[in-house]
C-alpha cells in the first residue's frame, strides 16, 4: 500500500514515470514479494531468474525443502546454482517478464 501511495505522489507531481523509476518501483515490490521466502537476493537477467536465500531458509522459511528437490527433478528449467541458489532458465527480456517469472516462481514453491 505504501508502494501504491509513493507511485500515485510521483506521478501525481511529476507525470508518468520513466522506464527507471518503473523499474525502481517493481524492484521494491519483488523485495516485499520475496521477503517472507528467506529470499536474500535476486538476479535477474534476460536468460534467467536466480534467487539466493539466506542462512534463514532452513528455519523460517514456509518453502519445504523437498518440493525444491521435487520441482528440479521434475521441470528441466529449474536447477540448483549452488548451496543456496535456485534458478529458472526463462527467457526474460522486458521487466514485465521477470516480474512475472519471480512470481511464477514463488507461486510454484509455495503451492
Do not use: W
Not at 539466506?54 to 521435487?70: A, C, H, V, Y
Not at 526474460?92 to 516480474?99: G, N, Q, R, S, Y
Amino acid at each position: 500500500e505504501e508502494i501504491d501511495a509513493l507511485q500515485e505522489e510521483l506521478i501525481d507531481r511529476f507525470g508518468p514515470l520513466p522506464p527507471q523509476g518503473e523499474s525502481l518501483i517493481a524492484t521494491h515490490r519483488l523485495r516485499i514479494l520475496v521477503q517472507p521466502y528467506c529470499v536474500q537476493k535476486l538476479d535477474a537477467s534476460a536468460d534467467q531468474i536466480v534467487m539466493t536465500f539466506s542462512l534463514e531458509f532452513s528455519r523460517l522459511t514456509p518453502i519445504e525443502p523437498i518440493k525444491i528437490i521435487n520441482l528440479i527433478q521434475k521441470n528441466r528449467n529449474y536447477k540448483l546454482a549452488g548451496q543456496d541458489k535456485l534458478a529458472l532458465l526463462r527467457h526474460c527480456p522486458t521487466l514485465k517478464d521477470k516480474v512475472a517469472a519471480v512470481k511464477d516462481m514463488i507461486r510454484t514453491l509455495t503451492q
